[in-house]
C-alpha cells in the first residue's frame, strides 16, 4: 500500500513537472511574439494621446499592422523622446516608432527600417505675438531674422540640432536663447503664454501644422531639410528590420496606405 501511494506521488510529480514544461513553452512562446514599441505621445499626427488616454497616430498604426502582419502581438510604451534609444539599447523596449529622424548620428546607435515618411523642419509662433519672421527663401536672410528669438526645441530632435548648427555654431544667437523641452506640449504651452516665455518653435512641419489647427498658432515658415523618419530597433537585430521592411513595402503605396495617409494628413 505504501509502495503504491509513492507510486502515486510520483506519477502525480510527473505529470505537474510536464504541464509547468508545457505551460513555460507557452510562455516562453507567448513572450517570444511580443513586440514592444516605444514612442513619445506628443508628436501630432504622428503619436499621441486621444481623449481616453490611448496612444494613437500614423507611426502607430502603421507598425501596429505591420507587426501584425507579422503575428507579433503588440504592445506600446510612452517614453520621452531621449531616452527612446537608450531603452531600445538596453531592451526594454524592441522597436522604436517615433518620427525618428535617420541620420548618421543615430545609425551609430541603432538600425533603422527603410524610410517611410518624408518630412521638413518648420517654425511655429503665436499668432499676435508681434514676432516677424522674414519668410523669404534665402535662408541667410531668415536665420538672420530667428537669431535674437528666445526658440523652443525637443531635446533630442533634429529641431534642436538645426538650430545648434545654424544659428549657435554660427555665433548668431546666443545659446541661452534655445530653450530644451522634454516634451513638444511643454514647449506649446509656453509658446501659448506669450514672448515672455517663448517666441517660436522649430519643430517638424506636420507636426507644426498640428499645433498649427488651433487658431492662435500658425506656422511662419517651412524649413526644407528633407528628412527620413524610419522605425529604430536594436543594432544588429537584421532579422526584425527585414522582416519590417518587407511588410513596409507591400503596405506602402496600397488602399491601406493611401487610406491611412488620408485619416492622419488629409
Not at 499621441?48 to 507598425?63: C, P, R
Amino acid at each position: 500500500m505504501i509502495k503504491e501511494k509513492k507510486i502515486l506521488v510520483m506519477l502525480v510529480a510527473i505529470a505537474m513537472l510536464g504541464s509547468a514544461i508545457l505551460l513555460s513553452g507557452c510562455v516562453e512562446e507567448k513572450k517570444e511574439n511580443k513586440i514592444i514599441v516605444g514612442t513619445s505621445a506628443d508628436f501630432p499626427p504622428f503619436e499621441y494621446t486621444d481623449a481616453s488616454g490611448n496612444i494613437i497616430g500614423f507611426d502607430i498604426e502603421l507598425i501596429t499592422t505591420i507587426l501584425e502582419n507579422l503575428n507579433y502581438t503588440v504592445e506600446v510604451k510612452d517614453i520621452s523622446f531621449i531616452s527612446l534609444i537608450p531603452s531600445l539599447q538596453a531592451d526594454k523596449i524592441d522597436v522604436i516608432a517615433a518620427g525618428m529622424t535617420i541620420n548618421e548620428t543615430r545609425e551609430e546607435e541603432i538600425d533603422f527600417s527603410d524610410p517611410y515618411y518624408q518630412a521638413d523642419q518648420s517654425v511655429l509662433i503665436k499668432k499676435g505675438s508681434g514676432v516677424e519672421i522674414n519668410a523669404s527663401h534665402d535662408l541667410e536672410n531668415f536665420t538672420a531674422s530667428i537669431a535674437n528669438l528666445t526658440i523652443g526645441a525637443q531635446t533630442g530632435t533634429t529641431g534642436a540640432d538645426w538650430v545648434q548648427e545654424h544659428l549657435i555654431n554660427t555665433n548668431m544667437m546666443d545659446e541661452e536663447n534655445l530653450k530644451l523641452y522634454e516634451i513638444y506640449i511643454d514647449a506649446v504651452a509656453d509658446l501659448d503664454i506669450g514672448t515672455e516665455r517663448l517666441d517660436a518653435i522649430v519643430l517638424d512641419l506636420d507636426v507644426a501644422q498640428a499645433f498649427a489647427e488651433n487658431e492662435n498658432r500658425e506656422v511662419a515658415y517651412t524649413i526644407i531639410t528633407g528628412e527620413n523618419y524610419g522605425f529604430g530597433v536594436k543594432e544588429g537585430n537584421t532579422a526584425l528590420v527585414e522582416k519590417i521592411n518587407a511588410e513596409l513595402e507591400k503596405f506602402i503605396g496600397s488602399d491601406d496606405w493611401t487610406a491611412l495617409i488620408n485619416k492622419y494628413f488629409e
